[in-house]
């Protein structure tokens, strides 16, 4: 038996041919391996043994017809030269069986390669021929040929048996012999339990799915369900094998399923090779892949694991990116202690599980790989816990070393430059959160949990930005409100002082009819008068012109500096973004540099002439002003000589100067009252923003909460069930208490009750927009506040983000606050372990705490087995099912020396040996007590129930 140290990474995916064959074959190449003299047979087993061991294949089953000759030859010729294979073999035999079928039904036995040669042939001194009832033998299979008649031979290729010598009478046999079900029993009677397998085909030459199960259903039985492997090459045979249902076999599954014994089997695909060169040569690259031990317990793990042991495919079983597997980790300790070996400690890419006495050393290990990798999760972490004992050992004298699959190299003492993801998990620390009450604490670890989910957490991050600056809008929002709403209270009281609009336009109104008056008793002829009139309405005219066009042109200066500025500040924002991306294309640089370089010169180079080209209209009012001015000052001119015919000069001047001042008024209170018209405006569109904004900041919740129910969270048997939810106590301590009562009776609102609010979903934005116009409301309608409260601290309190998400996890219909904490504490795990999104590893220590064998055997451990599949995770346990029922792929058993009587190390305090549970052997003789036994015995000797775990697991294949 191969020692486990040979395999320190635990069963790992390797080729496997389970059947070959050997020039003691009958056939083979061409030649009879029986007409080779020793130096022609020496040469094709020298050749033999190179083809094996520089093949890429792990495990070979030799499956000559009839016999063990090829491989008990290939044994002693490897013995009597000392030479070295360097891999497994196994004893295996090709026979056919009696069979209600009118083709040849092949049959191989697979044995153990720890059986004796002694064992091999009492093992095929137990079959018999069925026609003859001789035990199997050359001179049987002989005899039984010559009991053949002439048409039979004939059928098979050869002359009269009473025309052939014994070596063609034995070919002859050896095609049409067929042993008896009852003595291949009887064969495997002669050899321990278990270490033995029948292998038939299925759908390959020769196979088991010709044979007419309707009308002989009792041998169909007797095949399916005797048989431990079959040896198929179509996918859909998997399938059924395994009993997985699909559209193409659901309407016979369950029978097929039936058949076999109602138990899932393995199947694989051989090569049936009969030529050195077509070692390892699969057909049609149907190449059979074990996860296991090459060793013939190894072989086991398929019976017990047909699903997660073995696949049929072209390239190498994987699910897991190198970057995201721990490969090995190791102390470094230069104080001459001998505290920690400098040995790499292998890690498998799936279930790692750590195992040991009371203070071996499990925890300590599984603490450094974590430390090492993300140092502040585990200070955080182990903080939580409350849990005294982490501090393991004087960090400062010794380092540790993470390497990751991909070649990465993380240490602790550089764990500040460390990048890596995991999950850690401490002692007690699912059981410390499962007691905990409060809707806060399991929703904050539900939502940390959910954000493993890379697009769970993109979606949510995204949101919540959203929402952030939703929040900074509505609050900003309100500041401008209220800046606004104070800049119209100064607009009105200043409007106020510049007089009474109504009274300056009657006063208007009478200046000009004393004007008149005076026009019509200086004698203006009727020509005179009509002119007067005509020049005098065209200089109004024209001076209006002239104060609309200053005022286009001041605003589209502004608007050309402004424009300026913003186009400036864009460049420089390109030129700043650009700078950044340059990080993240390396070498690819001048991709981006071309880019940058087009718009660069488009816009910097173009700015001015774009602006010149978009405001030229400035440069055309500016004529056009300059001509009206010109034109009016001709009509003062032309005015002139009508005014010095006025009578009284005098009184008309003081009229004429009374006229202006009080035009020049009217102008300023119609000029402010645009403006605070323009500003009460300005005032409800800010209004109408800020419940929008309200609106699409509830609207963000809403979407996390759609974007979960849409990607339908079921973890397992775990329901995920997410709800918009409203801090209403929050609400009222803020808002509600800012409202005098006495003056407002709140409970006129049919959303209140006993002044407190009621939160509607279907009504709640109406609910708010309601409080908000009252609350702004400067009639007599509105919310009165308390002495000293202020509408803007009231309106920020309204409209404040009361909002939150609550997660509930539903278990059969059982919600989590209503489980018991061991229960509560399993369901939080299951969640830790199910995002599938989330690829990093994961590290528990102890997981089993508080929950008893039946929930770890029923639930937890078919989980694990499950999820080991999609990352990879590393377990401390003292649970025999979590070790055995999850078929862990690699078992690290640590011992601290000196801790019990008998369990001493070899040579330093701390010391871990792995291996796969499949290692299994005892050796008294060696150094350290780690090194005395198999990865099985430890198990079953550390672990209470270790033996009964295996037996439970074995029992399930019908296994003794």
């Known amino acids: 038996m191969k020692d486990f140290i040979q395999y320190p990474k635990g069963s790992e995916w390797r080729k496997w041919d389970l059947h070959v064959h050997t020039p003691a074959s009958f056939h083979w190449n061409g030649m009879k391996f029986s007409n080779c003299n020793d130096d022609e047979k020496n040469e094709l087993l020298e050749k033999m043994l190179k083809t094996i061991n520089n093949c890429e294949v792990s495990v070979f089953?030799?499956?000559?017809?009839?016999?063990?000759?090829?491989?008990?030859?290939?044994?002693?010729?490897?013995?009597?030269?000392?030479?070295?294979?360097?891999?497994?073999?196994?004893?295996?035999?090709?026979?056919?069986?009696?069979?209600?079928?009118?083709y040849r039904l092949n049959v191989q036995v697979i044995l153990s390669d720890s059986l004796t040669k002694q064992e091999l042939l009492d093992f095929k001194s137990q079959l018999h021929i069925s026609s003859i009832n001789r035990p199997l033998s050359k001179e049987a299979i002989i005899n039984f040929a010559k009991t053949l008649d002439d048409s039979k031979a004939e059928h098979h290729g050869y002359a009269s048996p009473d025309k052939l010598n014994n070596d063609e009478l034995f070919e002859l046999g050896c095609k049409t012999i067929e042993i008896t079900r009852q003595s291949l029993k009887k064969a495997f009677n002669t050899i321990p339990s278990n270490m033995g397998f029948i292998m038939m085909p299925y759908d390959t030459s020769d196979g088991l799915e010709k044979l007419d199960w309707a009308n002989h259903p009792s041998a169909d039985n007797y095949f399916m369900q005797s048989t431990?492997?079959?040896?198929?090459?179509?996918?859909?045979?998997?399938?059924?094998?395994?009993?997985?249902?699909?559209?193409?076999?659901?309407?016979?599954?369950?029978?097929?399923?039936?058949?076999?014994?109602?138990?899932?089997?393995?199947?694989?695909?051989?090569?049936?090779?009969?030529?050195?060169?077509?070692?390892?040569?699969?057909?049609?690259?149907?190449?059979?892949?074990?996860?296991?031990?090459?060793?013939?317990?190894?072989?086991?793990?398929?019976?017990?694991?047909?699903?997660?042991?073995?696949?049929?495919?072209?390239?190498?079983?994987?699910?897991?990116?190198?970057?995201?597997?721990?490969?090995?980790?190791?102390?470094?300790?230069?104080?001459?202690?001998?505290?920690?070996?400098?040995?790499?400690?292998e890690l498998n890419s799936n279930l790692n599980v750590i195992i040991g006495g009371k203070s071996s050393g499990k925890s300590l290990l599984l603490y450094h790989i974590a430390k090492t990798i993300d140092s502040v999760q585990v200070i955080k972490k182990i903080n939580t816990t409350e849990i005294k004992g982490y501090d393991f050992e004087d960090e400062s004298e010794f380092d540790f070393e993470v390497k990751w699959k991909d070649g990465r190299i993380d240490k602790l003492s550089n764990e500040k430059e460390n990048i890596r993801s995991i999950t850690y998990l401490p002692q007690m620390y699912i059981n410390n959160l499962a007691e905990e009450d409060g809707d806060d604490d399991l929703n904050s670890l539900v939502l940390d949990i959910l954000k493993q989910d890379d697009d769970f957490k993109n979606e949510y991050n995204n949101k919540q930005e959203e929402i952030k600056e939703l929040n900074k809008d509505i609050n900003l929002s309100i500041v401008n409100l209220f800046e606004l709403r104070e800049e119209i209270e100064e607009q009105y009281k200043n409007f106020k002082k510049l007089g009474d609009k109504e009274a300056?336009?009657?006063?208007?109104?009478?200046?000009?009819?004393?004007?008149?008056?005076?026009?019509?008793?200086?004698?203006?002829?009727?020509?005179?008068?009509?002119?007067?009139?005509?020049?005098?309405?065209?200089?109004?005219?024209?001076?209006?012109?002239?104060?609309?066009?200053?005022?286009?042109?001041?605003?589209?200066?502004?608007?050309?500096?402004?424009?300026?500025?913003?186009?400036?500040?864009?460049?420089?924002?390109?030129?700043?973004?650009?700078?950044?991306?340059?990080?993240?294309?390396?070498?690819?640089?001048?991709?981006?540099?071309?880019?940058?370089?087009?718009?660069?010169?488009a816009f910097k180079n173009n700015v001015e002439k774009i602006t010149e080209k978009s405001f030229k209209p400035i440069l055309e009012y500016e004529n056009e002003l300059k001509t009206l001015k010109s034109k009016n000052e001709e009509l003062k001119k032309d005015l002139k000589p009508y005014l010095a015919k006025f009578k009284n000069q005098n009184q008309l001047e003081k009229l004429q100067k009374n006229l202006n001042e009080r035009k020049n008024e009217l102008s300023n209170i119609i000029k402010e009252e645009k403006k605070i018209n323009k500003n009460l405006d300005k005032e409800e569109k800010i209004k109408e923003v800020i419940i929008s904004l309200y609106q699409e900041r509830y609207e963000s919740y809403k979407e996390i909460i759609n974007y979960l129910e849409e990607e339908n969270y079921v973890f397992e048997n775990i329901e995920l069930q997410a709800s918009l939810k409203f801090k209403k106590d929050e609400f009222d301590n803020h808002f509600t208490d800012e409202i005098n009562k006495k003056l407002t009776n709140l409970n006129d609102y049919e959303f209140y009750e006993n002044y407190i609010y009621n939160y509607d979903k279907n009504n709640h934005l109406k609910n708010i927009n309601d409080l908000f116009r009252k609350?702004?409301?400067?009639?007599?309608?509105?919310?009165?506040?308390?002495?000293?409260?202020?509408?803007?601290?009231?309106?920020?309190?309204?409209?404040?983000?009361?909002?939150?998400?609550?997660?509930?996890?539903?278990?059969?219909?059982?919600?989590?606050?209503?489980?018991?904490?061991?229960?509560?504490?399993?369901?939080?795990l299951q969640l830790f372990l199910h995002l599938s999104n989330s690829k990093h590893p994961i590290l528990i220590d102890?997981?089993?705490?508080?929950?008893?064998?039946?929930?770890?055997?029923?639930?937890?451990?078919?989980?694990?087995?499950?999820?080991?599949?999609?990352?990879?995770?590393?377990?401390?346990?003292?649970?025999?099912?979590?070790?055995?029922?999850?078929?862990?792929?690699?078992?690290?058993?640590?011992?601290?020396?000196?801790?019990?009587?008998?369990?001493?190390?070899?040579?330093?305090?701390?010391?871990?040996?792995?291996?796969?549970?499949?290692?299994?052997?005892?050796?008294?003789?060696?150094?350290?007590?780690?090194?005395?036994?198999?990865?099985?015995?430890?198990?079953?000797?550390?672990?209470e129930g270790g033996k009964d775990a295996f037996k439970k697991r074995e029992e399930r294949y019908g296994f003794e």
């Open 504 to 601: 300056i336009e009657a006063e208007i109104k009478n200046i000009n009819s004393e004007i008149e008056i005076l026009r019509e008793s200086s004698n203006f002829s009727e020509e005179e008068n009509k002119k007067y009139n005509q020049i005098k309405d065209e200089q109004e005219k024209v001076e209006k012109e002239i104060n609309n066009l200053e005022k286009i042109i001041n605003n589209l200066t502004k608007f050309k500096s402004d424009t300026n500025i913003a186009m400036n500040n864009f460049i420089e924002k390109i030129e700043n973004s650009y700078q950044e991306l340059l990080i993240n294309f390396e070498d690819n640089e001048n991709i981006l540099k071309k880019i940058y370089n087009e718009l660069y010169n």
């Open 228 to 345: 431990h492997i079959f040896e198929t090459r179509k996918e859909s045979n998997v399938d059924l094998f395994l009993g997985n249902k699909n559209d193409n076999n659901k309407d016979f599954i369950d029978n097929f399923q039936k058949t076999l014994g109602n138990k899932p089997k393995p199947a694989c695909c051989g090569t049936d090779a009969h030529k050195f060169s077509k070692y390892g040569q699969f057909p049609s690259d149907k190449i059979t892949w074990i996860k296991a031990n090459p060793s013939f317990e190894g072989l086991k793990q398929i019976i017990f694991e047909p699903e997660t042991r073995v696949k049929i495919s072209q390239i190498k079983p994987k699910n897991k990116s190198n970057y995201q597997v721990v490969d090995k980790v190791k102390f470094l300790d230069d104080s001459c202690d001998n505290r920690f070996p400098d040995d790499w400690i």
């Open 61 to 102: 089953t030799f499956v000559d017809y009839w016999t063990f000759n090829g491989y008990l030859m290939f044994n002693k010729y490897i013995d009597d030269n000392n030479l070295k294979l360097k891999k497994t073999v196994f004893p295996g035999m090709e026979l056919r069986i009696e069979a209600p079928v009118d």
């Open 846 to 943: 102890q997981p089993e705490d508080n929950l008893d064998n039946r929930t770890i055997y029923k639930e937890l451990n078919e989980f694990i087995k499950n999820k080991k599949i999609e990352r990879q995770i590393i377990i401390v346990t003292h649970n025999a099912n979590l070790v055995v029922s999850t078929d862990a792929e690699s078992v690290i058993v640590a011992n601290q020396d000196g801790q019990e009587i008998g369990r001493d190390n070899k040579k330093y305090k701390f010391e871990y040996i792995t291996g796969a549970l499949e290692c299994t052997f005892e050796n008294k003789e060696k150094n350290g007590v780690l090194y005395k036994k198999g990865i099985k015995q430890h198990v079953c000797e550390i672990l």
């Open 775 to 828: 609350l702004l409301n400067k009639e007599n309608n509105n919310i009165k506040l308390k002495k000293n409260s202020t509408k803007r601290n009231a309106l920020t309190n309204l409209l404040e983000d009361y909002f939150y998400i609550n997660y509930d996890l539903i278990q059969n219909g059982d919600p989590i606050f209503h489980m018991s904490p061991g229960k509560r504490g399993l369901v939080l």
